[in-house]
């Protein structure tokens, strides 16, 4: 379960890496986006893979506390989604304006010449 979830996180993160190296603007924000998926996913593989435990100890008694989810990196990717979405959306509209302005999604606002 650890090598896949650790594969995909190095395949979203390569993948994000190389759009976010790419010349056109949406290219850019696809990228960004899945680096930002491959973080929520290496945040939330830190409060351990338990197949089954719950996620909340229960009251009294000795509790081991390696037989349960730690919750707290639960809640900081549910934070981290909401902020990245909100980021895409106005990456978004920054994009639309750049392209209203300049007439092209070029990076550079600047077409290559064949």
């Given at each position: 379960m650890e090598g896949v979830l650790s594969g995909a996180i190095g395949v979203l993160a390569a993948s994000g890496i190389w759009l976010v190296l790419r010349p056109r603007t949406f290219q850019v924000i696809v990228g960004l986006c899945?680096?930002?998926y491959a973080v929520n996913l290496f945040i939330f593989a830190t409060g351990r893979l338990v197949l089954?435990?719950?996620p909340i100890m229960p009251r009294g008694g000795f509790i081991d506390p390696t037989a349960y989810a730690d919750p707290?990196?639960?809640a900081l990717v549910l934070t981290a989604i909401v902020i990245s979405f909100a980021t895409t959306a106005l990456f978004l509209v920054v994009l639309i304006a750049s392209r209203g302005l300049t007439g092209t999604d070029h990076?550079?606002?600047q077409e290559r010449e064949p």
């Amino acid at each position: 379960m650890e090598g896949v979830l650790s594969g995909a996180i190095g395949v979203l993160a390569a993948s994000g890496i190389w759009l976010v190296l790419r010349p056109r603007t949406f290219q850019v924000i696809v990228g960004l986006c899945l680096l930002s998926y491959a973080v929520n996913l290496f945040i939330f593989a830190t409060g351990r893979l338990v197949l089954g435990a719950p996620p909340i100890m229960p009251r009294g008694g000795f509790i081991d506390p390696t037989a349960y989810a730690d919750p707290l990196p639960q809640a900081l990717v549910l934070t981290a989604i909401v902020i990245s979405f909100a980021t895409t959306a106005l990456f978004l509209v920054v994009l639309i304006a750049s392209r209203g302005l300049t007439g092209t999604d070029h990076v550079d606002a600047q077409e290559r010449e064949p």
